[in-house]
């Protein structure tokens, strides 16, 4: 990848990184359970569907291994939710969000340390994509010039983050991307500009040998339904831009025969491989 110099922040113009002949891949991809987010009214996120509708998202992390370095996308619901039983509801009263098991011991069961993760990238900074961020402090963070902005400007809560779950990230190594970047530099693992749910949301196409082309959507949807049908929810930093965003990435799921993977629906992850066992 490119070379990261010895300075807080770099600024990567990345906007047209080459997507599709590159054909590298990365060894293997565990998919870590990250939480659970139960809801009373799945219709905030399907606009005009399921009102009043009980619902259960999953929430899940993905630990990629290419050659002798580790990657982390998403860290999920924070640990410490582990020793709350019941969960924790938000202050509106519309999520309740659990973690069965905390990422840090699910990292080590499989023989990795928060310390051994050289790249760290996540979707976005809402608490269940950023609740463990600050175990990555050492990492290489690639993150949007318009998300850090937000993260580290003077109203994070305007955007739903929680400026506590970036406080040990402060100083580090951040790569900031205007646009898709290339994390490897062979074409392997594409992080893909998906703004919209919020001002740098973005995604992330893995390329495995057998499996082939995946991408990780992140909260570009929050259901496979809502993908097949252009969903998104009123709630977002710009609906516009989600849709736009979504069309987007249709087109390069088109042009790649890239599979789908979306992070918060648990039907569809029960059908994925979970770690300790892997995806290659």
């Known amino acids: 990848m ?3 110099l010895g300075f807080a922040v770099v600024l990567l113009a990345a906007a047209c990184a080459d997507i599709a002949p590159q054909q590298a891949t990365v060894d293997r991809m565990y998919v870590i359970d990250c939480g659970e987010n139960h809801v009373g009214d799945l219709s905030r996120w399907t606009p005009g569907e399921n009102v009043g509708k009980p619902w259960v998202f999953g929430d899940h992390c993905y630990l990629i291994r290419h050659a002798n370095a580790w990657m982390l996308w ?3 619901n924070p640990d410490r939710l582990a020793a709350l039983p019941n969960g924790l509801t938000n202050p509106q009263g519309t999520i309740t969000a659990f973690m069965r098991k905390p990422l840090e011991q699910s990292l080590l069961e499989l023989n990795v340390r928060p310390q051994d993760i050289t790249y760290f990238a996540m979707s976005h900074s809402h608490g269940d994509h950023s609740g463990n961020a600050n175990l990555f402090a050492r990492s290489n963070i690639f993150m949007q010039r318009a998300e850090y902005e937000a993260v580290y400007g003077p109203e994070p809560q305007k955007f739903g983050f929680a400026a506590a779950n970036f406080e040990k990230l402060k100083g580090g190594k951040f790569v900031l991307l205007d646009g898709d970047g290339d994390v490897f530099g062979d074409g392997s693992v594409i992080i893909l500009s998906t703004p919209g749910h919020t001002p740098g949301h973005q995604s992330l ?3 495995l040998k057998h499996t082939g082309p ?3 959507t992140g909260d570009l949807v929050h259901l496979r339904y809502s993908w097949d049908h252009d969903i998104v929810p009123g709630f977002n930093f710009d609906v516009k831009q989600s849709h736009e965003s979504i069309a987007r990435m249709k087109a ?3 042009s790649t025969g890239a599979q789908v993977w979306v992070n918060h629906d648990r039907e569809q992850h029960s059908g994925i491989p979970q770690a300790p066992g892997f995806v290659d």
């Open 205 to 207: 196409l893995v390329r």
């Open 2 to 4: 490119k070379q990261i």
């Open 252 to 254: 390069l799921v088109e």
């Open 74 to 76: 998403d860290s999920g």
């Open 214 to 216: 995946v991408l990780l």
